[in-house]
């Protein structure tokens, strides 16, 4: 029972958040996470009374709230650098807990310049152990995206998982091209399977990604979440979103009779 939704990087970036709601509904889209920066404005700096107001937007309407995106990461050599990153997700975590947002996305963004991977690695997985168990007292998961040159890598994803060491910690898969191994992504997919809450969807059109391949892994391990769309921006989104739908159904895996 995968859930169709969008992130607003970058097809929805420039629609408020009535806006982005109404298109959703119309376009048969139930859910969407939130990118920071974005025109919807749905940040830190929300008073109670605002935060409560957004809450309430989704609540009145068939579109859920499925995480928040931010671009929070933890991989640089400067101890103030990771902490000031660290700090600003606990913001964000607070944040998704006023909202009623299960999630909140961060990310690993490559290995700096001469650092050694694996003392890297484990400095990431640090990181999100604390903001793990921080989130997890206010009801947020912390849901890592495969991102980032290197920290893309499945099997450095999968040592981040380890060296964080929380269940509270957890995986977006990001649908990268480097997935793909011999034409199939289940030696890469397996390394996080029990971890994923989250997935990001490129264009379906793509025929290099095994997209069944991927919709009946996810169904295979009873995955029950959103399919989000992290699709360019277009001089036509409803139309591009609407075609992405139709592709979306055409790939989910038959039932057996």
């Known amino acids: 029972m995968l859930r169709l939704g969008t992130i607003t990087y970058n097809i929805a970036k420039d629609w408020d ?14 859910g969407v996470e939130l990118r920071t920066t974005h025109a919807h404005k749905v940040e830190v700096n929300l008073s109670k009374e605002e935060r409560a107001e957004v809450r309430k937007r989704f609540a009145d309407s068939s579109v859920t709230l499925a995480g928040l995106g931010s671009a929070f990461e933890y991989q640089a050599v400067d101890p103030a650098v990771v902490r000031k990153n ?13 909202l009623g947002a299960p999630g909140v996305k961060v990310r690993p963004n490559g290995i700096p310049k001469g650092a050694d991977l694996d003392e890297t690695l484990r ?14 007292g206010f009801g947020v998961e912390i849901r890592v995206e495969v991102h980032g040159a290197v920290t ?7 040592k981040i998982l380890k060296y964080a060491d929380h269940p509270n910690v ?11 191994v011999d034409g199939s992504i289940r ?6 399977a029990p971890k994923i809450r989250e997935v990001h969807l490129r264009d379906l059109f793509d025929e290099a990604y095994p997209w069944t391949e991927l919709f009946s892994l996810l169904a295979r ?3 029950d979440g959103f399919t989000l769309a ?15 739908r139709a592709l979306w159904l055409a790939y989910q895996p038959k039932a057996k009779a």
């Open 123 to 136: 400095r990431i997985g640090a990181a999100l152990h604390e903001v793990g168990e921080d989130a997890l």
């Open 187 to 192: 030696q890469n997919f397996a390394l996080v």
């Open 230 to 244: 992290e699709i360019p921006e277009s001089s036509d989104p409803e139309r591009v979103l609407r075609y992405f």
């Open 152 to 158: 893309q890598l499945l099997p450095n994803i999968a």
């Open 17 to 30: 958040l009535p806006t982005l709601i109404k298109r959703l509904e119309a376009l048969k889209y139930e």
């Open 221 to 223: 391990n009873k995955y």
């Open 170 to 180: 957890y995986v977006c898969w990001n649908s990268n091209p480097n997935d793909v």
């Open 86 to 98: 660290i700090e600003g997700t606990k913001e964000y975590v607070r944040l998704a807990h006023d």
